[in-house]
């Protein structure tokens, strides 16, 4: 079965500050992978998805994410973040009969 | 509706109590999926439905969880005899059917078992 590895489990940073958050699965083959977002109170969103193709995604609200292959691995990336990118990011991989498995979550605190 | 709708959004139960967590999901959606989500953790798979048919619930954690979708639309999540480790938020998600849509999820269920 799939495991999905997310490194940072808190990371603080200031406004207009760069973002990369990481996320390695744990075995190959054909993968699908998401994004998912958490804010405040609300519940997971979809911010982007990987399914095949361009391996550079974009996404809502200026996210994007790189899959390598090579890497197993699928980092979500933000050029400049803002205050309201406060949230807890997960990664998931799809795994056999459509069912997503989670990484453990990072809770991004960005301060203003 | 216009998203996932779970209830009640929050419940406490003595140990040992039953409980019953309803899903609403977006109308149309074929599938509908349950996850378990600890504190600290991401949310971990509990069962998946095609309409009316539990397909997979290889996550279930026990024979106290059972969950249901009779008609093809809502779903329900019952844990018997409670116990302090089923504490947690219990999601429920939905999609069209494809993968390709990604899944809707609902705010979720807090269950806290005292």
């Known amino acids: 079965a799939q495991s999905v590895s997310q490194h940072n489990h808190h990371v603080i940073l200031s406004e207009a500050a760069s973002l990369e958050l990481g996320c390695n699965y744990s075995?190959?083959?054909?993968?699908?992978l998401f994004w998912y977002v958490q804010y405040p109170g609300q519940h997971l969103q979809l911010l982007l998805k990987?399914?095949?193709?361009?391996?550079l995604v974009k996404g809502i609200k200026g996210f994007e994410a790189e899959f390598i292959k090579s890497k197993f691995s699928f980092n979500l990336r933000k050029p400049s973040v803002q205050w309201s990118d406060t949230a807890e990011y997960f990664c998931?991989?799809?795994?056999?009969?459509?069912?997503?498995?989670f990484g453990a979550g990072t809770i991004l605190r960005v301060k203003s | 509706g216009a998203g996932v709708s779970q209830s009640p959004r929050y419940k406490v139960a003595k140990r040992g109590q039953d409980v019953a967590l309803r899903c609403d999901p977006i109308?149309?959606?074929?599938?509908l999926f349950w996850y378990q989500q600890a504190l600290g953790q991401g949310p971990e798979f509990l069962t998946y439905?095609?309409?009316?048919?539990?397909?997979?619930k290889s996550g279930l954690p026990s024979d106290r969880f059972f969950a249901e979708r009779p008609e093809g639309s809502v779903s329900t999540l019952k844990i018997q005899r409670t116990q302090q480790e089923d504490s947690a938020v219990y999601l429920c998600?939905?999609?069209?059917?494809?993968?390709?849509?990604?899944?809707?999820f609902g705010s979720g269920t807090r269950l806290t078992v005292v």
């Open positions: 998600a939905s999609s069209p059917g494809s993968s390709n849509y990604g899944y809707t």
């Open positions: 075995y190959g083959g054909t993968v699908n």
């Open positions: 990987y399914f095949s193709g361009d391996p």
């Open positions: 998931a991989v799809m795994e056999y009969g459509n069912k997503l498995v």
């Open positions: 109308s149309g959606h074929v599938s």
């Open positions: 439905f095609q309409n009316e048919a539990q397909l997979d």
